[in-house]
């Protein structure tokens, strides 16, 4: 099946760091977004992308869909408190039998110590 | 408030028990699924419904049964066959998957537990 590697598995910064996390594909993507999820709640999409190549901000996270297509990065820019929570990348096939199917990362968990 | 209601929030299984999760959308969209999420691992697709009365497998399907009766309602049935039932479940929904750009929304989740 499809791999998803989304690194690292956790971070512990001070509040006001930037953040950079990343995931990476064995397989092309046509879509990538990025989803914050808090305890014993769903995730939240935070960013959706759907060109490579293309670069998307939204408040203080930058996300950019890889060139090759099968990568893309979150940044997170002078962080705080309530960015505290897991982040999930995913990918999304358009076309067969995957159609509309999501492969998710294994999370980034973010601890931002103020 | 559009969005999409999973319930309960907590539910508790006995051995050999079969026990059903509700997921209710009032986004009028077309597509659902459920995931199971286990502790340090991602979103894993157990079924998916791209319209009523149609719905596929997705990776980890066995133990698990689903309906699409209604385009607003996907429920989940976690059957005695699962043999490690406890996990988060959560429930997405989107606008026709033919129409790629359309992410999916999730709910807030049902923590399912073994007695």
């Known amino acids: 099946g499809q791999q998803l590697n989304q690194s690292p598995q956790s971070m512990f910064i001070q509040e006001g760091e930037d953040v950079s996390m990343n995931c990476t594909s064995s397989?092309?993507?046509?879509?990538w977004l990025w989803y914050k999820q808090d305890p014993g709640e769903g995730p939240v999409l935070l960013i959706a992308l759907y060109k490579a190549g293309e670069l998307t901000s939204n408040g203080r996270l930058t996300a950019q869909f890889g060139i090759t297509r099968k990568d893309s990065f979150l940044n997170i820019s002078a962080s705080i408190p309530s960015d505290v929570g897991i982040y999930f990348c995913?990918?999304?096939?358009?076309?067969?039998?995957?159609?509309?199917?999501?492969?998710f990362g294994q999370g980034t968990i973010l601890t931002v110590h103020p | 408030d559009g969005g999409i209601t999973q319930s309960p929030k907590y539910l508790f299984r006995k051995e050999g028990q079969n026990v059903t999760l509700s997921c209710e959308q009032n986004?009028?969209?077309?597509?659902m699924y459920w995931y199971r999420q286990d502790p340090g691992q991602g979103l894993r697709l157990i079924y998916y419904s791209q319209i009523v009365n149609d719905f596929q497998k997705g990776d980890i399907a066995e133990g698990y049964s689903v309906s699409r009766e209604k385009k607003e309602s996907f429920p989940l049935t976690v059957t005695s066959a699962q043999k490690n039932p406890t996990a988060f479940y959560l429930c997405a929904s989107s606008m026709a998957p033919d129409r790629v750009n359309q992410p999916q929304h999730f709910g807030d989740g049902t923590r399912l537990s073994i007695l």
């Open positions: 397989s092309i993507f046509n879509t």
């Open positions: 995913a990918g999304r096939n358009a076309g067969g039998t995957s159609y509309g199917k999501l492969t």
């Open positions: 986004l009028n969209h077309d597509a």
